[in-house]
């Protein structure tokens, strides 16, 4: 089992930036492929970007190309989403995701494909 928590969140004007963190604890981290998801209200849940197992791959939804960007730690079990020229459209609650069903160069972007999930941290935008 892999546990993760998600920090970082919080309300920013557009224009701004903000550093998520997701702390992973229990089993190994480095085998997973990590992903970011996001819902806002009224939506379904959707990727944002995410490294593959061996942290050579990295890829991202193209709403966020160019803004955003996933790095991971693994010394530190950690990942990070490190969001750029964010504007009230990317208010979401944001996910952290491992998977380890994925070949160690993918990144998975379906949802399914991954097995363990953090709680979430709110990111808000405002205009």
């Known amino acids: 089992q892999v546990q993760l928590v998600e920090a970082g969140g919080g309300l920013v004007q557009a224009g701004g930036s903000l550093r998520l963190s997701c702390a992973a604890s229990g089993r190994i981290f480095s085998p997973y492929a990590m992903g970011w998801f996001r819902q806002a209200p009224g939506k379904e849940r959707e990727f944002v970007g995410g490294?593959?197992?061996?942290?050579?791959?990295?890829y991202y939804a193209d709403s966020v190309k160019g803004r955003f960007a996933v790095s991971r730690d693994n010394a530190l079990n950690t990942m990070y989403l490190q969001m750029n020229s964010l504007q009230p459209e990317d208010t979401a609650v944001y996910y952290c995701?491992?998977?380890?069903?994925?070949?160690?160069?993918?990144?998975?972007?379906?949802?399914?494909?991954?097995?363990?999930w953090g709680q979430g941290t709110q990111v808000t935008v405002s205009s």
């Open positions: 995701a491992a998977s380890s069903r994925a070949p160690y160069f993918a990144v998975p972007r379906d949802q399914r494909m991954y097995a363990y």
């Open positions: 490294m593959s197992e061996n942290g050579g791959n990295t």
